[in-house]
């Protein structure tokens, strides 16, 4: 709910549990009084104070009085150039080269449901479930205008933010740095937490207590990136996943990002969510309008479990579209890691015959099935059927595929192009370089110029013929490289800054038109693993590959992370081979079935080289997938123990939403001679009820969950135990 108090300028935003609140001061500055726990009702304004601090300049308007500074004033969008010194959250530069905008409240509107953005993705309600509160400021001097979008959808407690700039003046202005989201906290005593990591490692959390001055985390390779997530949180130093508060924010973006919070000189905390400023200035002429991507925070008084039950409701039901977006989804195995280059129809109707019998559902062809793509050198564009593998096309293998009982998906890398394809040879200026400067490779590849809508059609045009030609019913969009010469033959020099931004908005226009002509196809991301998960991705396809790494151990470290703010349904997660090809570890086919299950669960092996007896325990574990489906994919999700502290054990649990049954899964380390008695304490069960625990007697949810679950000792390194509780009364 919003409301809004004429008398005292007064915005409140109201989520089920938390309470966000802001005012317009008399000189038309917003100023931010209040984010936390909801309250009923009432004014935080006299939370706003003023003092005399040297150094900390004052606005013209307020005439000689000395104790009102936007440096020292919390404040929902700041101005910059004019006297605030913390992170900015607008730059421009002007006709006349001045570098300053100083914006002031207009006008306001209040509406149900929840706003769109063109050609940008964001989260969505029902016109009933959201209501959106609109608010123009302007620059009196240059005409620039900040109309600031502000959704809430109540349920979720969620509140969403983004931006539109207009160049209402007469003169070009050039943005130099647009943040969707400023949140200016009134303390600075807080821990920050981001995800970061590397290729085959990412999304690991670091916590540290913010230090003064700015800390911040950002991508510059032209995608979200697999070294930092734009999801971060600030919490309590004393928040954990049970108590303490917290909030989240996710940037809805696929590019370049920047996150970054500072510690003031008062203690206070700035936090910033945006497009990356690095090499990004979008001009524009008079009557022009840029719109920022959506930022979104959730605020729980209840500890990181709260906060992340809402995400990940949230991303479900207001982010994923489609009918996949709730459809149970088939269990695939891809043919990756089971052939890389290496496959021929033949050998994939042998695949798809074995796997079938394991009751996979889905075979999916992988990199290597187009042009002449024989190994990650070449092929990349020529977007038809390799026919020396594949004789006769898609169809007749797809055909008979299906006659096994199988579904039949596909690969793609659509933003790419190798120096040795057809569409090189005749569109040579369609990737991204910088004449006279030798391209710079990556996986042996170059980056195609999205930023062109002539380039992303053409190449869809080939996909969409190709998809068009057989019975597909998923498609892996992959993305293998990092951008570099950004430069774009299309645009004047004064507008390469735009490269980056306008690059993305093709892959979501060219994500838009896929999804509109393939409704019933199952989209799955991916960026040579989880290099672009986030929430711009999620609009699009409803999974994403979550890593390269399919190894057992350390996709829970993976996971783990990843599960702060993304549910368990958006993550990919296979049972690969071992030795495991990343790490060479040997970890049990039961372990790597646990750990996959927590996610979308599917395999990434040849099933022909398993015994019998461990197709025969394939079959049991698809099986117990299916039959566990709704609870591993929409039950609340808590991380019982965190994998990067030193324990016996990991473990997880996914909750039913009505309290009637739970899935803990426990995976162990490296065992440990005349160990201790381990124990598993399940959370978020009904106190009163009674759960039986694998079938036996039936206990008292508080029972279990205050003298938790006694662990058997199983022996061995990286064991993987499930306990299925079932309500029974
Ligand atoms: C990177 C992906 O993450 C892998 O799963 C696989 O699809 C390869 N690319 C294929 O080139």
């Known amino acids: 709910m919003i409301g809004y108090q004429a008398e005292n300028h007064l915005f409140t935003l109201h989520t089920r549990s938390s309470s966000y609140q802001f005012m317009v001061d008399p000189s038309g500055y917003l100023l931010h009084t209040y984010y936390g726990p909801r309250v009923g009702g009432g004014s935080f304004a006299y939370r706003l104070r003023q003092a005399d601090r040297g150094f900390s300049p004052n606005p013209n308007s307020e005439g000689h009085t000395r104790t009102f500074s936007l440096d020292t004033q919390p404040q ?48 969505f309600a029902q016109e009933e479930d959201a209501q959106t509160l609109e608010i123009t400021l302007e620059d009196p001097v240059t005409g620039l205008r900040a109309v600031l979008y502000y959704g809430v959808i109540e349920s979720r407690d969620m509140i969403t933010r983004a931006v539109r700039i207009e160049n209402a003046g007469d003169k ?30 990412e999304r690991h959390p670091h916590r540290r207590r913010l230090a003064p001055g700015i800390q911040m985390v950002s991508s510059t390779r032209g995608a979200t990136s697999h070294q930092h997530n734009n999801f971060i949180m600030l919490c309590a130093p004393d928040a954990g996943e049970t108590h303490g508060w917290c909030l989240g924010a996710a940037l809805v973006y696929s590019g370049n990002f920047e996150a970054a919070v500072e510690r003031t000189q008062f203690d206070t905390a700035r936090m910033t969510l945006g497009i990356s400023p690095w090499q990004f200035r979008f001009t524009l002429a008079p009557g022009e309008t840029f719109t920022a991507p959506e930022a979104v925070m959730i605020f729980s008084r209840e500890g990181f479990s709260g906060m992340t039950h809402q995400f990940h409701r949230a991303i479900r039901d207001n982010l994923c579209r489609g009918e996949w977006a709730h459809r149970r989804r088939p269990v695939l195995l891809n043919t990756w890691e089971a052939a890389y280059f290496d496959f021929n129809s033949e050998k994939l109707l042998e695949i798809a015959r074995c796997a079938a019998e394991t ?5 999916v062809m992988d990199d290597g099935w187009f042009g002449t793509r024989n190994d990650d050198r070449g092929g990349l564009g020529d977007w038809f059927v390799n026919e020396q593998k594949l ?14 009982g199988l579904d039949f998906g596909l690969w793609i890398e659509p933003e790419m192009v190798s120096e040795d394809s057809r569409l090189f040879a005749e569109h040579p200026d369609w990737a991204l370089r910088i004449p006279g400067r030798p391209a710079t490779r990556g996986r042996s590849q170059l980056v ?5 809508t002539e380039v992303w059609q053409y190449v869809y045009a080939q996909i969409k013929k190709v998809l068009s030609s057989a019975n ?11 951008l570099t010469d950004v430069l774009s033959a299309a645009l004047p020099a004064e507008r390469q800054g735009e490269v980056y931004h306008r690059f993305v908005l093709g892959v979501y226009a060219m994500l838009e038109q896929f999804r509109k002509d393939f409704p019933h196809i199952l989209l799955e991301g991916c960026c040579g693993g989880g290099g672009r998960f986030d929430c711009g991705m999620l609009y699009y396809t409803p999974q994403i590959w979550a890593s390269d790494n399919t190894d057992a151990m350390d996709r829970l470290l993976i996971q783990y992370g990843t599960s702060f703010c993304y549910p368990v349904s958006v993550a990919g997660s296979h049972v690969s081979a071992v030795p495991n090809e990343q790490t060479g570890r040997v970890t049990g086919l039961d372990t790597r079935a646990a750990v996959a ?28 997938f299916r039959h566990l489906y709704d609870l591993i994919q929409y039950g609340d999700y808590d991380r019982l123990t965190d994998p990067f502290a030193p324990g016996p054990f990991t473990a997880w649990q996914q909750t039913a939403p009505d309290g009637s049954a739970a899935l803990v899964t426990v995976v162990t380390g490296m065992a440990r001679s005349n160990d201790a008695f381990a124990t598993v304490y399940p959370r978020n069960l009904l106190p009163d009820a009674l759960y039986s625990v694998n079938g036996a007697d039936a206990v008292r ?17 990286y064991r993987a135990m499930q306990f299925e509780l079932t309500r029974k009364g």
């Not at 101005?79 to 002007?94: A, C, K, T, Y």
């Not at 195609?448 to 062109?452: G, K, N, V």
């Not at 949810?701 to 390194?717: A, E, K, N, S, T």
């Open 76 to 123: 929902e969008y700041p101005s910059s150039g004019v006297g605030d010194f913390r992170i900015p959250v607008l730059e421009v530069e002007n006709a006349d080269g001045s570098r300053a905008a100083d914006l002031r409240y207009q006008s306001h509107v209040i509406r149900s449901g929840k706003y769109a953005l063109p050609g940008l993705p964001a989260f």
């Open 172 to 201: 070009p202005v050039a943005l130099t740095r647009v943040m969707s989201l400023c949140l200016d906290l009134h303390q600075g005593d807080l821990d920050l937490i981001t995800f970061d990591g590397r290729h085959t490692g």
């Open 359 to 363: 009751g996979v559902e889905l075979l």
């Open 391 to 404: 004789p006769g096309g898609l169809a007749p293998l797809v055909h008979a595929v299906n006659e096994l």
């Open 448 to 452: 195609l110029d999205f930023s062109r």
């Open 472 to 482: 597909i019913t998923y498609v892996k969009w992959d993305m293998n490289r990092s």
């Open 597 to 624: 299950m927590a996610g979308t669960f599917g395999y990434e092996l040849d099933p022909r080289s398993l015994s019998v007896a461990e197709r025969q325990q394939m079959r049991l574990e698809i099986d117990r």
């Open 701 to 717: 949810g508080d029972v279990l969950m205050y003298g938790g679950i006694p662990l058997p000792h199983v022996g061995g390194d």
